[in-house]
């Protein structure tokens, strides 16, 4: 008999779900996964299949301990469905459900909704492994490469998290709705992932660390709301993927820090003091700061259009109905019901920006979005210090929330980063100094070489100040075969 909460790895899928006495999960997760599988094959990180990674896995759901490292080929990493434990009489915390006993079935008449929130969190897993599986070829050092093959791991662990509850909970359409996690792909025209930003390509190391800082981060997010949630299946699924994700956010961060760093000590053993004397930075081999900030600029509107629009109906009935919480809900002093309470959210409002007071239920995407925003802006104010640090005159800038935005308030409207409308034409005319250009991409490309002499680094990176579960700078994290 397992004791509570233990991982039973003697099912062919490990989990702490009691699936060996759930015999109609278990089928159904069996019949899943050789499809799962050709996924991984055919979609995860390309030309690495059979070389020995130093993956973590879960082990358990405890805090402390819950991972052990070892090598392992990607194809037989044990994806896992882990719940964090069980909450004994757990209360709903928010909506018109407050106070009553956590669900541990689905309710009817929210059926629908809760099965579309599964479905859109477990389509943006598999989606980003599929954005990064050619990254692996120009990984600039064993150790980073071994940190996007664990994030990928992960990922698709996280989607078989939500295809248990879609296989559990759902019946037939939620058998039909994983099928379908498998067949969509990122960036394809017929049939495209569900959200922009898992639809963009990552081309780049760079833009690998600024996804995973800058978007993983909305997913962070999300998790944290559904974390919240009165169907306490989901909201113990995702309070253990954040688990995970944490390692997640430390890769984009410290990846762009380590970039940063790199371009400091070039400039600074250069005599290179002007941060936009470009064409010299550049012939160092390194990245220059302006484009570093480019690079921040599109992945960070990006991101916050996944939020949805700021004033959502969809939001209200999500929370309202106790099934998706505000950011750390548990934390927040008020009547978790937000009757009459209002949120101010920042509109055009003839040709400039005012906050407008709406009421709180209708504003909740915006609100995320501005909790997921001071937490960005915090790591960004990080990378300053770094920067100015090394003694260099240059900040990296959040650009406006009006600035590159697809959807809600802004999506109609042209605006500088730092918020002044212009025209479309002026828009195009300009972004190139703003975003991305084609030339920035084809130069960061040409640094993009594969290094994988253990404990070595190309030449635009520094190296980590520690090594993944404290091992020392030559470890070979990969043992390609
Ligand atoms: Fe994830
Ligand atoms: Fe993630």
């Not at 430390?250 to 290179?272: P, Y």
Request: net charge negative; with cysteine.
């Amino acid at each position: 008999m397992l004791e509570a909460n233990a991982v039973d790895y003697e099912t062919s899928i490990p989990n702490n779900v009691g699936l060996s006495s759930d015999r109609r999960v278990l089928k159904a997760l069996e019949k899943w996964h050789p499809g799962y599988l050709s996924w991984w094959n055919e979609m995860g990180p390309e030309g690495f299949q059979d070389s020995l990674v130093y993956l973590r896995t879960a082990v358990g759901v405890e805090p402390g301990g819950w991972a052990k490292f070892d090598y392992v080929r990607m194809p037989e990493y044990r994806w896992g469905v882990l719940l964090a434990p069980k909450e004994e009489n757990r209360l709903i915390g928010f909506g018109q459900h407050k106070g009553q006993p956590a669900w541990q079935e689905v309710p009817g008449e929210y059926r629908s909704m809760l099965q579309r929130l599964c479905v859109i969190q477990g389509d943006t897993e598999p989606a980003s492994v599929e954005q990064q599986r050619h990254l692996g070829a120009t990984a600039p050092s064993l150790y980073d490469m071994r940190n996007l093959f664990q994030v990928n791991v992960e990922e698709a662990r996280h989607l078989w998290a939500m295809v248990y509850l879609l296989q559990k909970y759902f019946g037939k359409e939620g058998r039909s709705e994983a099928e379908g996690l498998l067949i969509r792909r990122s960036g394809d025209e017929d049939r495209p992932r569900m959200l922009g930003a898992f639809n963009e390509a990552t081309p780049d190391w760079l833009s690998f660390f600024m996804f995973t800082y800058f978007t993983d981060r909305d997913g962070k997010m999300q998790l944290e709301s559904l974390a919240q949630s009165g169907f306490d299946p989901l909201a113990r699924t995702t309070r253990f993927m954040l688990t995970e994700e944490a390692h997640h956010m430390f890769v984009g961060e410290s990846g762009v820090s380590r970039v940063i760093q790199r371009t400091c000590d070039a400039m600074n053993q250069a005599g290179i003091e002007n941060p936009f004397d470009i064409d010299r930075i550049r012939a160092l081999g390194v990245i220059d700061l302006p484009t570093i900030q480019k690079k921040a600029n599109l992945h960070y509107s990006l991101s916050l259009d996944l939020f949805g629009s700021e004033i959502s109906t969809n939001a209200a009935t999500a929370f309202n109905n106790s099934l998706k919480g505000r950011y750390r809900e548990d934390k927040i002093e008020d009547d978790h019901q937000l009757i009459n309470a209002t949120y101010p959210v920042l509109k055009p409002v003839n040709g400039t920006f005012k906050l407008v007071d709406e009421p709180a239920l209708t504003a909740l995407n915006m609100r995320l979005r501005d909790d997921y925003t001071r937490e960005t802006d915090s790591g960004v104010r990080r990378w300053n210090r770094q920067i100015n640090k090394n003694g260099i005159d240059f900040e990296i800038r959040l650009p406006s929330v009006s600035f590159n935005r697809s959807i809600g308030l802004f999506s109609n409207i042209d605006t500088t980063p730092e918020g002044d409308s212009l025209t479309q034409e002026e828009f195009l005319s300009r972004q190139d100094d703003w975003l991305p250009s084609v030339d920035d991409g084809a130069f960061i490309s040409s640094l993009m070489e594969q290094v994988t002499e253990p404990g070595s680094f190309a030449g635009w990176i520094s190296p980590p100040r520690i090594g993944i579960d404290n091992k020392t700078g030559d470890f070979e994290y990969v043992r390609l075969q």
